[in-house]
């Protein structure tokens, strides 16, 4: 029985931080949207799918400012 609570106590604080529907890209899609998302919507994380909808990597706010910064200094 304690072996379940705690198991269930684990899955309560999980929901809180995740969704079970999360917003994902497919590997080919342009990273002026992908830079888009983040800004408009406040995206800290970005699932990327291929097309078999398997997540094949996340992008985070922070690939997302070092790329944008790369990019201006060029």
Do not use: W
């Amino acid at each position: 029985l304690h072996k379940e609570y705690r198991l269930q106590r684990q899955m309560c604080i999980r929901d809180r931080f995740m969704h079970r529907a999360p917003l994902c890209v497919h590997l080919d899609h342009p990273a002026t949207r992908v830079h888009l998302l983040f800004t408009t919507l406040g995206l800290r994380h970005l699932c990327v799918v291929d097309a078999g909808n398997e997540v094949k990597g996340v992008i985070t706010r922070k690939d997302v400012t070092r790329a944008e910064s790369r990019a201006s200094e060029m």
